[in-house]
């Protein structure tokens, strides 16, 4: 299984964008990358996935390496709702599907 | 959106003891439940892959004899943590995917083993 390694920890002011970064360099060519977040005491909430172009959604932005070894969740406007755990993972398309979680990175939203 | 519930949210029980979570997709149908444990401070960790009507597929380390997983529908899997011992307090997460989607989790059970 593929792993990702996030860092463990990042600090950003509320109102700023956020640009987390995730490192999968064994990632294979039908990996799909997925971004999940976690707040205490809860289940992950998805956030965004895509597998070689840039995606938006409503939450986040993610930009993808053009190598794909490496991938960048952007949230444009930290509000302290986004205080939580980042998970960058990669998922499979043949087999079990199943998600391999990293160490994540814990967002600090400073008011 | 898909929906996933756990119950109960929270669970205490006596070492020894028996505790069965459930877990539910609640609009949509599971082709495959995922069934996770989480320690204070750290990541998930993956337990076991189920699928409906055949045995679950467990990671290398977890017991499959006292972490028993039943999928009798593709709404439901249940997570049954035998003869429990203070070591098994945990946070325990399911998931469930329809296949090449995404994975959606439930919210959590506590269990606390006294």
């Known amino acids: 299984d593929a792993k990702t390694t996030q860092p463990n920890s990042m600090e950003s002011n509320e109102e700023e964008p956020v640009h987390l970064p995730c490192n999968h360099s064994?990632?294979?060519?039908?990996?799909?990358i997925h971004w999940y977040r976690q707040l205490p005491s809860q289940g992950p909430e998805y956030v965004i996935h895509?597998?070689?172009s840039n995606v938006n959604n409503r939450m986040a932005s993610l930009a993808i390496a053009e190598d794909r070894k490496s991938s960048t969740l952007i949230l444009h406007r930290a509000t302290l709702r986004d205080a939580a755990v980042y998970y960058c993972?990669?998922?499979?398309?043949?087999?079990?599907?199943?998600?391999?979680f990293g160490t994540g990175t814990r967002l600090k939203v400073l008011a | 959106g898909a929906v996933v519930s756990q119950h109960p949210s929270w669970v205490i029980c006596k070492s020894g003891t028996s505790v069965k979570i459930e877990c539910r997709s609640l609009?949509?149908?599971?082709?495959?439940m995922f069934w996770y444990r989480q320690f204070p401070k750290q990541s998930l960790m993956l337990m076991a892959t189920?699928?409906?009507?055949?045995?679950?597929?467990?990671e290398q380390g977890v017991e499959k004899d006292k972490f028993l997983i039943n999928h009798a529908s593709l709404t439901l899997s249940t997570l049954t943590v035998t003869s429990a011992h203070p070591e098994d307090s945990s946070f325990y997460i399911c998931?469930?995917?329809?296949?090449?989607?995404?994975?959606?989790f439930g919210p959590g059970t506590r269990l606390t083993v006294t």
């Open positions: 998931s469930a995917t329809r296949g090449t989607y995404e994975q959606y």
């Open positions: 064994t990632i294979s060519g039908t990996d799909y």
């Open positions: 895509g597998l070689t």
């Open positions: 993972i990669l998922r499979a398309t043949s087999g079990t599907y199943k998600y391999i």
């Open positions: 609009d949509f149908q599971a082709t495959t």
């Open positions: 189920s699928n409906e009507g055949s045995k679950a597929t467990y």
